[in-house]
Each structure stands twice: as structure tokens, then as C-alpha cells.
């Protein structure tokens, strides 16, 4: 048979990665397809030192690789979203399979992509655009598609849990590490992505299109990253029995969709809560399989590989399949996608932790509970601190279930009150059940 032949877009991690898979266990990709796969053309600004390129046609124009009549598949491995999409419609306009790591490409253009893909009758294939070497999007559209999905919550940010177990474990500083991070090929080519939660919103913008069959609304998102949460936050979680995390979470409620991503407290004795590092962990509860839960690498060169070559093998197995009867984009017919609203974040109900310094007087506690008290917020637990030397001490206060809505009434008055010092951190807690 005709060997399968691919060209690759951007030679940086993910790339160098997909590129070595391919050459190193290309035996054993052939006893999987059936047929070879060869790696046609590279369009790369600079060759990268981990790849032996001896014998590849190289070019310094990524667009000659999507106008090569002899590439079949096309890994979109340049990451942005502004030449990325016009290389991956480009691609697709002439004919190609698209495979991308792109998960703001997808997030943001995503439904024009895969229009334009079901118009061209080609396949985009985005496995490592969500947790990197986890097979997220597999297990969701197919090992999972007798489920009707009830929710999902899971670390989808390599950086951000390897900065957060750092910080916990190591007592390190939070630029000292990400620094690390970025250094390990971790990190988006902006940071900020990672840290403030913009790529965990992508990441679960697709994953809540995949199991509940809604078009993507990454604009919808709600989003909060990690970089306020200070080492004092995490001791104050720990001595509560909790850990914080960066989730994203969605769920279906009868109301609607919740989408959500940001610092969360979980229960030590929760499986997600041991997921340290660069590591990645979903949980999925589906109504007829109950909880799951998938874990690995969430970033880095080889894990992210696998699963842009898993994609290439899929697309190569599938190119002689019927067109119409393969898995689609987002696992439901694009014509039977539901328009089921997604929620504000003020109707979300869970539980707080809120972390304050209040000035040590008498009386102060009892106005923060009555306000609390007032907004129908009622306390789990408390913990008051001295501080040697000091009129301001934290206070850290759990509370029960509550909307958002009250808790940010509760907050603005707590934060009016002469004796509170600077403002409230909040962080929610889940008990994901
Ligand atoms: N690094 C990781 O662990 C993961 C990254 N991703 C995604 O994979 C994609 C790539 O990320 P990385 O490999 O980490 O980035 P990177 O910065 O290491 O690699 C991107 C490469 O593309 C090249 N490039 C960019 N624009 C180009 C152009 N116009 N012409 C030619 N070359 C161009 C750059 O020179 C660079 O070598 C991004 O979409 C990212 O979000 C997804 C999962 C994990
Ligand atoms: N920057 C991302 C890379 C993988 O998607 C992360 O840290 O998770
Ligand atoms: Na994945």
C-alpha cells in the first residue's frame, strides 16, 4: 500500500516530539496502520538540535508544506491563532487532513474549522490540544459515547500544577518556578496563558463541547488562573485537610451549562488532589459508567507526541473509510448540536475559602459572620491566627455551599469594614461528587 505521507509546521517542542515518534517507532506504527508513514516536507523558521533532519525536505515557508500536492496530513505545530488558521484552512482548502496541538485555534475557530473540514470532507484531528499525552478527547467520543456525560473536572495545566506543587511541596517561589517550567518546554509561548487560566479555558471549552455536544463558547468561559494564590493560601488550605488545585469543571444542571475554571480547594483523600507536577488528571461522570478518571504528562515534547502521532495513525486508518460515517469533531452530529444555555458564574453554588488579614479587636469577627449570616453564608470552619507583634492577623473562613452571587455581596461588605485590611481572597471549594 501507499505509504501515508505528512508534513510538519513548526519544529519546537511539540514538533520535535511528533518528528522523533515518527522516525523512532516507525516500525511499529507501520504493523499498526498497515501502511508506512513517511515524513514528507518540514516548514520550520530554524532546524531544532533534537531532530536528525538528514534526508527531509526542508523549508523556511510553513505554506509551502499546506500547498505540497504530495502531503496527505498536515500537524499544525506553530501554535497561535492567526497564521495558524490560515494554515489549517488553507490546508484543508486543498484537500489535507489537519492535525494540531492548537487548542486556542480550536477554542476560539474551531467551528469554522470544522465546517469548513465537514464541507472539504477532511478530518481535524486535536488529541493533544487538551491534557497533552492523555487521551481525553478519545475516551470522552468514543470509550464514553454510550454516556450521557452528568460533569467533568480535571487539572488540564501542566504549568500551572507543577507550579502550585512546587510552591506546596518545596516552599519555592512562584517566578522561580514558572521560570523552570518555560524552560522545560512546558509553558505557552505566553505564560500568562498558563497563569491566569486562559489555557485551561480553552482546553475546557472543548472538552464541554465534546461531552455534552454544544458548539464551542470559549467567550463563555469563566476564567481564573493561579497567580494570586499566595504560599500562605496554600498552608491555611493545607491545615484544613485541602489542596488547592487549578480546575476546569463543567457540568449540566437543569438551569444549564456550568463552565468554569479557577483555584479550587479539594479534599486531600480526592485522587485529583495527589495529581502533582506536570501531571494532568479528568475526571469524567458519565450516568451509566459512574467516575472515571484518566491521568499523565499534561505538556512536554513525547507526551505531547503521542498524541499528535496517535491523531496522524487515526486519520491514516480512517483514510479509507467512508467520510460520513467517522467520529465527528465534537462527538455529536454537527446538525444535533444543543443550544443548552451556559450559566453566569453568579449562579454557581459552592463552597469558599476565604482568606483575609483583619485587625485583632474585639467585635470584628462578629460583624464578618453577621454580614456572612445576612447573605444566608453559613461557616464549615474558621481559623484565627495571632501574629507576634502585629495588630493585623489572618483570618480563614470555609463556608458551606453558596451562590456566587451572595458571596460577592458578603465580600464587598466584608471588604467595607474599617478593621478588614486590603481585600478578601477567595478561592471555591468542590467536593466533586
Ligand atoms: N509545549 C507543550 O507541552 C504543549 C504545547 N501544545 C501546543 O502545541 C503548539 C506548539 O507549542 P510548542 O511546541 O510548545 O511551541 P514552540 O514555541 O516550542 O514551537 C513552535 C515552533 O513553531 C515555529 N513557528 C511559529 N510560527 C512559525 C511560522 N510562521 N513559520 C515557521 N515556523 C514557525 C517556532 O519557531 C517554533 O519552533 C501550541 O499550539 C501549544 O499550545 C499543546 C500541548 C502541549
Ligand atoms: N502550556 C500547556 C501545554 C500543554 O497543553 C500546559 O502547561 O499545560
Ligand atoms: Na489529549
Not at 469577627?365 to 444566608?376: F, K, P, R
Amino acid at each position: 500500500m501507499k505509504p501515508v505521507k505528512v508534513g510538519i509546521c513548526g519544529l519546537g517542542t511539540v514538533g520535535s516530539g511528533s518528528f522523533n515518534i515518527l522516525l523512532n517507532n516507525a516500525e511499529e506504527i507501520t504493523r499498526r496502520v498497515g501502511r508506512s508513514i513517511v515524513i514528507e516536507q518540514i516548514g520550520a523558521r530554524r532546524d531544532n538540535d533534537t531532530c536528525d533532519i538528514s534526508g527531509i525536505n526542508i523549508t523556511r515557508d510553513i505554506f509551502d508544506v499546506v500547498n505540497n500536492p504530495e502531503i496527505d496530513i498536515v500537524l499544525e505545530l506553530i501554535g497561535g491563532t492567526t497564521i495558524a488558521k490560515k494554515l489549517v484552512l488553507t490546508a484543508i482548502e486543498n484537500g489535507k487532513h489537519v492535525v494540531t496541538a492548537n487548542k486556542a485555534l480550536i477554542a476560539e475557530h474551531g467551528n469554522e474549522i470544522f465546517a469548513k473540514a465537514q464541507e472539504k470532507g477532511v478530518m481535524v484531528a486535536f488529541e493533544a490540544a487538551v491534557a497533552g499525552g492523555i487521551p481525553i478527547i478519545k475516551t470522552l467520543r468514543e470509550g464514553l459515547s454510550a454516556n450521557r456525560i452528568e460533569w467533568l473536572a480535571g487539572i488540564i495545566n501542566g504549568t500551572g500544577n507543577f507550579i502550585l506543587t512546587e510552591m506546596s511541596e518545596k516552599k519555592r517561589n512562584f517566578d522561580d518556578v514558572l521560570a523552570e517550567a518555560q524552560a522545560l518546554g512546558y509553558a505557552e509561548a505566553d505564560p500568562t496563558f498558563d497563569v491566569e487560566g486562559i489555557d485551561a479555558a480553552h482546553k475546557l471549552t472543548i472538552l464541554a463541547s465534546i461531552a455534552f455536544g454544544i458548539p464551542l463558547q470559549f467567550e463563555k468561559t469563566y476564567t481564573e488562573g493561579i497567580s494570586r494564590i499566595t504560599a500562605e493560601d496554600v498552608a491555611f488550605a493545607g491545615q484544613l485537610g485541602y489542596a488547592i488545585k487549578h480546575l476546569g469543571i463543567a457540568r449540566r444542571t437543569k438551569q444549564g451549562i456550568e463552565l468554569r475554571v479557577h483555584p479550587t480547594l479539594i479534599s486531600k483523600k480526592q485522587l485529583l488532589a495527589n495529581v502533582n507536577g506536570v501531571m494532568n488528571a479528568i475526571m469524567v461522570q458519565g450516568d451509566v459508567v459512574g467516575p472515571t478518571l484518566t491521568y499523565g504528562a499534561g505538556a512536554g515534547a513525547l507526551p505531547t507526541g503521542s498524541s499528535v502521532v496517535a491523531d496522524v495513525i487515526d486519520v491514516a486508518r480512517t483514510l479509507t473509510a467512508d467520510p460520513t460515517n467517522r467520529v465527528p469533531h465534537l462527538a455529536f452530529q454537527a446538525n444535533a448540536l444543543s443550544d443548552v444555555e451556559i450559566l453566569p458564574v453568579e449562579e454557581i453554588e459552592c463552597g469558599f475559602f476565604l482568606n483575609m488579614t483583619i485587625q485583632d479587636r474585639a467585635g470584628v469577627l462578629a460583624n464578618i459572620t453577621q454580614i456572612l449570616s445576612l447573605n444566608d453564608i453559613s461557616i464549615e470552619s474558621l481559623i484565627q491566627q495571632e501574629r507576634e507583634g502585629s495588630d493585623l492577623v489572618p483570618l480563614v473562613v470555609m463556608t458551606h455551599d453558596v451562590k456566587e452571587r451572595n458571596m460577592n455581596a458578603a465580600i464587598s461588605a466584608i471588604e467595607a469594614l474599617p478593621d478588614v485590611a486590603g481585600t478578601v481572597q477567595r478561592i471555591r471549594v468542590e467536593n466533586l461528587a
